[in-house]
């Protein structure tokens, strides 16, 4: 089961590496054992919530409990993460770079916003549709793959690295594929790419979303952004029992 004050202290490591105010953030640790086949730490926005859909770890933390446990004192958001308290087979050394890579998402949000994240979990759904390959090379992904892969390296040891390497679910933490110059763009030229993502709307339409999406991105403001989910000293952590499905 995972270490609290273990955890508290790769979150600080991570926290400071990624930029990220440790008291933005919100973690929940769901007292069960990571079922098979499920993520074993997933990220939710500050403007997200939990649907039928979203990954089993959040939907284990309920979305009643993610909505109204996330509140920032001054304003009322924060980035969340859920954790499974068992994670069998995962090596210990595997904490901080998950983390690290969770982190890289939360700063996209204060980078680009919520209406990237609306294109990136489109995104997302189509490639999942699709039987899941390519999922690894999604802008997003790559990004933060890049950033878990860089902090490994700068915080393990060559033999914790390498029972990384070892770990089919921690492969990708140590992926070092070059992130794109400009998320942003990626995504958006990926979903123009493809129409499976809305193949009930014409060509057109699906244009007209994407150029919606970038204006909404450019326009979004970074230090407003980071101020809105500002106000604790340190993270908070919530150890909760599985919520009914």
Known sequence: ???????????????ADSGLDPGSLVVFVVDAVRPAGTTPMAYLHPAGFVWPDTVA?????GRDRAQLLHRSPQNGIAHRIAVWD???????????????HELAHARRWEQSGTRFFEADDLLRSAVRA?????????????????????????????AALARLAACADCAALLDR??????VVEATLSELCRRSDW???????????YVSEVRAACAAWDEQSARALAAGRDAPALEVV?????
């Not at 029992?241 to 499905?245: F, G, K, M």
Request: glycine content about 10%; some cysteine; aromatic content about 4%.
């Open 1 to 15: 089961m995972l270490d609290l004050d273990r955890l508290r202290s790769e979150l600080t490591g991570a926290c």
């Open 57 to 61: 770890v959040f939907r284990a933390v």
């Open 86 to 100: 068992g994670l069998p087979g995962l090596p210990v050394a595997a904490l901080g770079p998950m983390l690290r």
């Open 130 to 158: 699709a039987g899941g390959d390519g999922y690894g090379s999604l802008p997003s992904e790559l990004e933060a793959n890049a950033a878990s892969a860089a902090y490994a390296a700068r915080t393990l040891t060559p």
């Open 177 to 182: 594929a070059p992130r794109p110059e400009n």
């Open 198 to 208: 809305s193949p009930w709307v014409d060509a057109a339409a699906r244009e007209a």
């Open 241 to 245: 029992s599985p919520a009914e499905p």
